[in-house]
């Protein structure tokens, strides 16, 4: 005899699903509605379709801000992924050193994003911060508010000082969860560290880094608060990134119809990109799925 189900269980979903619906759902259907008008005034609002759309698209600034996100966020997804997982394989898997580097990784996370642009602000100063003093005193011409390229690079390893622990205690968890059987055998097999660490550790940690890789593309993608304290998106315009030209469009010029439009196809590269990352990460776990039993 089948067991009766019981579906009372989704009136606990329920309270979810309207929570959703009112935070989520709703405003973007506002943004969708004001993409395809021209927010002349409150009272006043003309009906432009794909307008705004066609114009973000040809737009020549947005279009090198975009090339200027995609290269900021792949120059730091190649930095804090193996300077993390190489960190992780460093630390001790238990005892109180463990516990307290731990601590003192995860610190630089618990610091709010504007603190952490005016910390690099006054750190990469020539006149009081130690490092633009200790780059002066190594004889290089370094000025992040004057020179693009040492604006960009203190920018990135901004980020890469502030978000290299979220990777660390991401594969620093993802080795703990590794059974000790699997290092014993590797040990009774004769196998190299290199060994270990390709056949054992790298296929292990190959959901942690996936999650690591989309949680770092994302944050990395839509970053605002950082850059725009330490240098205002200048000199010039490189380090001025996607989500600063959307904030100067919807606030600065309040051009909220515009802004709207812009919000949704920022919304869809970020999107389409993380799908095709986790396709390609994990396109290796379905191909083995996919093999019959006994098939190598």
């Not at 290092?183 to 196998?191: K, L, P, T, V």
Request: proline share 5%; hydrophobic share 50%.
């Amino acid at each position: 005899m089948e067991k009766p189900r019981n579906e009372r269980a989704w009136l606990l979903v329920l309270p979810v699903c309207l929570i959703v619906a009112f935070s989520a759902i709703l405003p973007l259907m506002t943004v969708v509605n004001y993409s395809v008008q021209d927010i002349v005034s409150p009272e006043q609002r003309v009906f432009v379709g794909w307008e705004w759309f066609k114009d973000i698209l040809r737009d020549p600034e947005l279009q090198a801000a975009f090339v200027r996100q995609l290269v900021f966020s792949a120059t730091v997804l190649a930095i804090e992924l193996p300077l993390g997982l190489s960190i992780a394989l460093c630390m001790p898997r238990s005892g109180w050193r463990a516990s307290l580097i731990t601590v003192l990784v995860g610190m630089p996370l618990l610091i709010p994003w504007n603190v952490v642009g005016t910390i690099w602000q006054v750190f990469a100063r020539t006149d009081i911060g130690l490092g633009g003093a200790a780059l002066h005193g190594l004889g290089l011409d370094y000025n992040y508010a004057s020179h693009s390229l040492d604006a960009w690079l203190t920018v990135v390893a901004m980020d890469v000082w502030h978000w290299t622990p979220l990777v660390v205690l991401l594969c620093y968890g993802g080795l703990r969860a590794i059974p000790e059987a699997y290092y014993r055998a590797a040990a009774i097999d004769g196998a190299s560290r290199w060994a270990t660490f390709r056949h054992i550790e790298l296929p292990k940690l190959t959901g942690v880094l996936t999650i690591g890789v989309l949680l770092r593309f994302m944050d990395s993608f839509v970053i605002y608060t950082e850059p725009f304290v330490l240098t205002g998106g200048g000199p010039g315009n490189s380090t001025t990134f996607l989500s600063q030209h959307l904030s100067t469009m919807a606030v600065g010029q309040f051009d909220l119809g515009r802004a709207a439009a812009f919000s949704l196809v920022y919304f869809l590269m970020i999107l389409v990109v993380c799908y095709v990352f986790y396709n390609l990460m994990t396109r290796g776990e379905r191909d083995d799925l996919a093999k019959p039993e006994g098939k190598v």
